[in-house]
């Protein structure tokens, strides 16, 4: 049974399109997230939501804009996509954030061509 | 702000055991934690450590916390090629909990 799973594993697409990926968690936690790991392996938060509520909000590009429809999933909505976006994103969840142990997904890699 | 540091290659012969460090900035980190990435694979959580202890053992795992130094590190005995990986610590923020700063990773190659 998977935990924690996001969709697509891979997406590839031209600069300037919309994309999405989806993150849902089976595991009843109230807290998920999206990180972001770039090609030399650096991993940062981006954003985390906390039963629907946005909580962490990194400096990203407005392009970016999460949505939660409940509390099992947490979507990325990437508008007008640039170079610089591709690399590996990562959702996890967490039981009610607030230093609970995050459990990470498998990550979708999106490349810009 | 927060900086989490660690050496960027580590290589070992299989059996032998491997010292994974990390240095962090936090000196109020609560929680400070280790995770595995395999190739094209998503993070693992492998173990933490509260940040009032000094010593945490997991079957062939060590972790190692010295606060003074803000020094952390992952010992594993017994290494196998299927330990092969990128090591991740991570340290949450001392003034948000829910907010996780990784290091830059280590990548460990076990050879035979």
């Known amino acids: 049974d998977t935990a924690v799973s996001q969709t697509p594993k891979y997406l590839v697409t031209q600069m300037g399109n919309d994309k999405s990926i989806k993150c849902e968690q089976n595991?009843?936690?109230?807290?998920m997230y999206w990180y972001k790991q770039d090609s030399k392996k650096f991993l940062k938060i981006m954003f985390s939501?906390?039963?629907?509520?946005?909580?962490i909000n990194e400096t990203v590009p407005n392009r970016f804009s999460p949505k939660s429809p409940d509390k099992a999933h947490l979507n990325l909505h990437i508008n007008s996509l640039e170079l610089g976006d591709s690399a590996v994103y990562f959702c996890?969840?967490?039981?009610?954030?607030?230093?609970?142990?995050?459990?990470f997904g498998p990550g979708t890699r999106l490349t810009v061509l | 702000g927060e900086d989490v540091e660690q050496s960027l290659f580590l290589s070992v012969r299989e059996g032998d055991s491997s010292v994974i460090n990390c240095t962090y900035t936090?000196?109020?980190?609560?929680?400070l934690y280790w995770y595995k990435q395999e190739p094209g694979a998503g993070l693992q959580l492998l173990t933490y450590?509260?940040?009032?202890?000094d010593m945490k053992q997991d079957q062939r795992l060590t972790v190692l916390l010295n606060k003074k130094d803000k020094h952390l590190s992952l010992r594993i005995a017994d290494t196998q090629t299927g330990d092969s990986a990128i090591y991740f610590c991570?340290?949450?923020?001392?003034?948000?909990?829910?907010?996780?700063?990784f290091g830059t990773g280590t990548r460990l190659q076990v050879f035979p």
């Open positions: 996890a969840s967490s039981l009610a954030g607030d230093g609970d142990t995050q459990y």
């Open positions: 595991l009843g936690h109230d807290t």
């Open positions: 939501y906390n039963n629907k509520e946005l909580i």
């Open positions: 936090d000196s109020s980190s609560t929680y």
């Open positions: 450590i509260f940040s009032n202890m």
């Open positions: 991570a340290e949450t923020e001392s003034y948000n909990t829910d907010k996780l700063i």
